[in-house]
């Protein structure tokens, strides 16, 4: 299927896509431009698609899910868990699940050592622990890339804001960046924003719940203006229940910066509201985000963030993604019971994954 094949590929560098072929040259794909474009194909390359946010560590806790089930044979040829995993059940996760993932995975460590298992991670604050975490962080810098923290009022009860304040530390000497789930308030978006850096991850950040994130009128707020002058990163973070159609549409209206397309997949987000990469990609480009883009968000961008060297590089291709643009109706539900008919849908057809093809 894969020799000679036509196809229109991303270009990160230039944020376009460019006709050409996909070539198999002795034993190693790789992408060679055409000069002209005749439009015989409808098949689109592309590094292969990251997803920043997921649950992976399957079968420990109310969130793992099967890493293969929403990676390659979907489309996603990395995945990286959110903070399921932490410094108590890092050697479990790397015994028992890492071994039965065929798709590439990273870790941002939860702040927390047990990891998210259940909704309130944080009961024993004594044990938070900057040094403990950035030690499990040097033992594992195979695969740990950044610290993870929830921050909002279906998690947070006494604790205030310490456990943001302990992530950030341990991020900063880790020299990782950190990612904040935000939800409902208190804490307000306003005493988070001063621990946040260029180049932490903002997860959840077009969610329903208030917190004063942005305007009624999907102007950022004085917080959020602050945040993206200074470089953070915003990600969808779509999962169960954080992410709205309306918020999203309101920003996107205002401009948006390139922002991560993080779907949240987990054990619940799976079976409603994102099921998979390609359908919280369609849903992006149904509400009008440009597919440029959108791919930016799961391939250039998130590969900055994990510090993955050549993984756009489509002259020498070890991971990639194929998919089509079907032009057919999709009914799609964001997290506030609010249902949109979108015209056309993203389907991949394929993956590079460390060099060998698999038909999806």
């Not at 059940?89 to 798709?103: A, D, L, M, Q, S």
């Not at 909002?152 to 904040?180: C, F, Q, T, Y």
């Not at 102007?219 to 999203?248: C, N, Q, Y």
């Not at 510090?307 to 756009?312: E, I, M, N, Y």
Request: aromatic share 10%.
């Amino acid at each position: 299927m894969l020799n000679n094949l036509q196809v229109k590929a991303y270009d990160t560098e230039n944020n376009r896509f460019n006709s050409g072929v996909l070539k198999k040259v002795n034993g190693r794909y790789c992408f060679e431009q055409k000069s002209t474009d005749d439009g015989s194909t409808d098949i689109y390359l592309t590094p292969g698609w990251i997803d920043i946010h997921t649950h992976i560590n399957d079968g420990f806790g109310i969130f793992g899910t099967n890493g293969d089930d929403i990676g390659y044979k979907t489309g996603v040829c990395m995945l990286v868990d959110a903070g399921t995993v932490g410094d108590y059940t890092i050697h479990g996760f790397r015994k028992y699940v890492e071994p039965t993932i065929k798709t590439n995975i990273k870790l941002f460590i939860c702040i927390s050592p047990i990891g998210v298992i259940f909704h309130h991670e944080y009961n024993v604050m004594e044990y938070l622990n900057v040094k403990n975490t950035v030690q499990t962080i040097e033992a594992n810098r195979d695969i740990i890339s950044g610290v993870k923290v929830r921050i909002g009022s279906e998690v947070i009860r006494h604790e205030g804001i310490e456990p943001l304040r302990i992530a950030s530390e341990a991020a900063g000497m880790a020299n990782l960046p950190l990612m904040v789930h935000i939800g409902g308030i208190p804490p307000n978006f306003s005493e988070i924003e001063p621990f946040m850096k260029k180049g932490d991850i903002l997860t959840h950040c077009f969610n329903g719940r208030g917190g004063k994130v942005w305007n009624d009128d999907g102007t950022p707020s004085k917080s959020m203006e602050k945040l993206m002058m200074r470089g953070v990163i915003l990600d969808i973070g779509h999962g169960s229940g954080s992410f709205s159609f309306d918020i999203f549409s309101k920003a996107n209206k205002h401009g948006l910066p390139k922002i991560c397309i993080g779907t949240d997949l987990h054990s619940f987000s799976r079976h409603r509201y994102v099921f998979n990469m390609a359908t919280t990609l369609s849903k992006m480009l149904g509400l009008s985000m440009v597919l440029e883009d959108i791919i930016y968000g799961v391939t250039k961008l998130p590969a900055e963030i994990l510090r993955l060297k050549d993984w756009c590089d489509l002259s020498d291709i070890q991971n990639a993604t194929l998919f089509r643009i079907r032009h057919e109706p999709l009914v799609c539900e964001d997290c506030y019971n609010q249902i949109m008919t979108f015209d056309n849908r993203i389907v991949p057809v394929g993956v590079i994954l460390n060099g060998d093809f698999y038909d999806i």
